[in-house]
């Protein structure tokens, strides 16, 4: 079975700097997706940004990047240019490319939170 | 487009009391999770359905049941509440396929004394 794991419970950065979040996992398999989601206060998941296994390139999306290490199996979220909207939990996630559930695997979380 | 809706969004049991939380999304999506969330953790796979009348179990499913009647409806049921189900589920869809996105409902938070 994967597991995820979250070593940072908590973070805080102030606002229009950079924090990363710190992601591991532990599969054998070779081929799957790496997600983050973010959770603001009102409990909705979002999703910020998804990673396939077999491209080496990493994702971007506008402020959000991640840096994707296959062979260490580490998956960190950085965001650049904090906002005050950026406060939420965060969770790391691993879905398998294979078997029919295509279920997600949360890590425990990390509350970011951003100092004006 | 509603997405994912569930219902209700707050409900508070007593011990040994049942109730059905429903989840219906308006994507025909085929496959559909149901989530739990305990306060400062990730969620955990309760249940999941790959299609209309196919159900099958995740890493916690004692104390609950789903069915799947249709496309669109997943219904979770509890049958006696016990203070562990205390947690907020999320129900969840997805498209088949590989690279597709899990859509989430807003969740309910469950309090159960």
């Known amino acids: 079975a994967q597991t995820v794991t979250q070593s940072q419970p908590e973070m805080s950065v102030q606002e229009a700097e950079t924090v990363t979040l710190s992601c591991t996992y532990d599969t054998s398999e070779s081929d799957y997706y790496l997600f983050w989601y973010k959770q603001p206060p009102s409990r909705q998941m979002i999703l910020v940004i998804r990673?396939?296994?077999?491209?080496?390139q990493n994702a971007t999306e506008n402020r959000f990047s991640v840096n994707f290490q296959k062979a260490a199996k580490s998956f960190s979220l950085k965001i650049s240019d904090s906002q005050l909207g950026d406060a939420a939990m965060y969770f790391c996630a691993y879905r398998s490319y294979s078997g029919s559930a295509r279920q997600l695997t949360f890590g425990s979380g990390t509350q970011l939170t951003v100092l004006p | 487009n509603a997405g994912v809706t569930q219902t209700p969004k707050f409900r508070i049991l007593k011990i040994g009391q049942s109730m059905t939380l429903q989840c219906t999304q308006d994507?025909?999506?085929?496959?559909m999770y149901w989530y739990r969330q305990d306060p400062g953790m990730g969620l955990k796979l309760i249940y999941y359905s790959v299609g209309a009348g196919i159900t099958d179990k995740g890493e916690v499913p004692n104390g609950y049941n789903v069915s799947r009647s249709t496309t669109e409806d997943f219904p979770l049921r509890l049958e006696l509440a016990a203070p562990s189900q205390t947690s907020v589920y999320f129900c969840a869809s997805s498209k088949q396929g590989r690279n597709t996105e899990a859509f989430f409902g807003q969740g309910t938070r469950l309090t159960v004394v």
């Open positions: 994507m025909n999506h085929n496959y």
């Open positions: 990673q396939e296994a077999y491209k080496q």
